[in-house]
């Protein structure tokens, strides 16, 4: 109890990772529990609290525990008040009516429509999706957020993992009211809209924002055409829909890719720009200088400078963390107070985990909130090192200045370290050395002149700023393409086990957020989570969604996939979970299957794989396979296999991955272990499929009558 009083100034921060970790309890239950024992758990923990008596350890620990329940419940709430139809099935040439509310330019063709459905034909109004997102390949001009459209689209439920432990898309899905995704070829066609059809005014905001983006966006490409023009678009408004894919990836390996989504960095640089300019304004006139306090004036400019540019950036998580901390900062200036920066970021995380506790799962949730983290806290230490030391002259400043940078970026990234080797597999290298290029060029060109680009634009004068920020994003650009391209920028890592990633993370928060000696604890925490994150058990086969993508580890440790078009994005995935830094192209290339037209035949541990393609192979491969895959179904007296993976099985429980096992007395491995998405998912809100509904021979009549 004695240490925690040392630390009493920092007890606050911890509620939000106490409440994070009633979110992450929530989320990693295989069962969806009762709105009543979420509720009921937090109104115990509540009366406890209540109980505990008076401070001490007891107390503490019953506070701690009340967090938890207040995460478990707010999770629990968020999923029932965002509950809306699904689609359990593929429908094409859906008749799909709406009203646009987000429009993304894509880099190659055609772009990406959210559409809030008001009919789809063929489904009930209580089986209708609230919303779609449709990739339309050809695209209408002047189409605008806040129109009704109608489009002929093929529609399929939000997709499901690529293999079990994967990236579960339904799930975000869910929390955005996301109950389809699909594509149309035909560019939508503009209508009224429906009879008695009225916008809220929350809406109606929200779709003139949505199209004031939009304008900025075209205004900005009018002047800068091409990828820079699409850079500058993303790092203003956060649309990021326009850069190809070969610069994201550049940037994502060099390790600037931090800077294309709008942060903290980019919130403090806006908003910290209105705030000086302000006050200098303000200073040249002495009559209003003498007379009231420039600085809170100045205050009051940057907190509506954050503010708008929150909204005109499109209020991604990190953007939202930024704003309410640097609000915080200005609100502690009109209030004659001191902000304390790690309060600031608890304060920020609290509220945004009690309005969206899903956000906790967000990857680039965790990695912004690690880099502040570690960024303060360092700044901490290094503050009362320094305290005393006198920076004089423009040598020592700006030798300052790009020490800062390094530093900035070193603490950055080994905090976000973890977390980007167990979401993506990959790690930068040369991330210091990109950032320390590319830094001062962001600091010192682009953000402000895309501020002066804002101020300017009311006036039609955007063509004054947008070249010389044109130049930075050049270079930027240019020095992300040199970085990647260095020998062994980008280091591919396999999957890590979670117990591993829990361990980093709880060691990390401990070393960052206490003050006191005893936050040293939290290194060897550290080191034992990185001790443990690799040799985690890899599938030797993992079969996809409908058994048209099939992988088999080969003798050298890598896998050997089928032919064929579909399957790409996948494929794509098991590679990276595996470490393994071939394309996809590659993998389908590799030698160890032995096809033709009727199935393929591979081997991995010494079990016969087969995988069939047509009927009048299934009863041979029965008989001499240990493992196949294929077939509508199971064939009856098909028992000679160790397992078997037909169709009707991998569509209703999606991809599995397969281990083969040693038996325990050392003979040949023939045990076979499987785990399938549905198995890993759970059953949950957002991996729940409505069943298809039965065609009658009169419905298929009236169907094709309406066609």
Known sequence: MGRLEEERARWFVWLPVFVGIGIALYFALPVEPSLWAAMGGLAAASALFVASGRPGLIRLAALALLAVALGFAVSKARTEWTRAPVLGHEMRFADVRGIVELIEPRATRGERLTIRVTSIRGLAADATPERVRLWVLKTRAGLKPGDAVRLRATLRPPPMPALPGGYDFARMAWFQGLGATGYALAAAEIEAPPIG???????????????????????????????????????????????????NDAYRDSGLIHILSISGLHMVIMAGAVFLSARVLLALFPAIALRVSTKKWAAVAGLLGATGYLLISGAAIATVRAFIMISIMFIAILLDRQALAMRNVALAALLILLVMPESLLDPGFQMSFSAVIALIAGYELIRRRTEQTAFGGWGKLGAAFLGGILLSTVIASLAVAPIGVYHFHKSQQYAVLANLIAGPAVNLVIMPAALLTLVLM???????????????????????????????????????????????????????????RWRLWGLPVIVVGALLAGGKERPDILVGRGGDLVAVRGPDGLLVATHGSSGTFELGRWLEHDGDARTPRAAREARGLSCDGVGCLAETKGLRVAISRHPSATAEDCANADILVGGPRRPRGCDGPLAVFDRAALRRDGAYAVYVQDNADGDAARSVRAESVAARRGVRPWTERPERPQRTRNSSRARAALQ
Request: hydrophobic share 55%; no cysteine; net charge neutral.
């Open 197 to 247: 059809y009225a916008e809220s005014v929350l809406r109606a905001v929200r779709l003139w924002l949505q199209r004031l983006r939009l304008d900025i966006g075209e205004r900005i490409r009018a002047v800068v055409p091409g990828e820079t023009g699409a850079i500058a678009v993303s790092l203003i408004t956060g649309e990021r829909g326009g850069i190809t894919d070969a610069t």
């Open 458 to 516: 009311p006036f039609g004068l955007e063509w004054l700023a947008l070249p010389i920020m044109a130049l930075g994003i050049d270079f930027m650009t240019w020095t992300a393409y040199v970085v990647a391209a260095l020998p062994g920028a980008v280091g591919v890592i396999p999957e890590i086990r979670g117990s591993a990633f829990g361990l980093m993370i709880a060691g990390g928060l401990w070393l960052m957020l206490w003050q006191t």
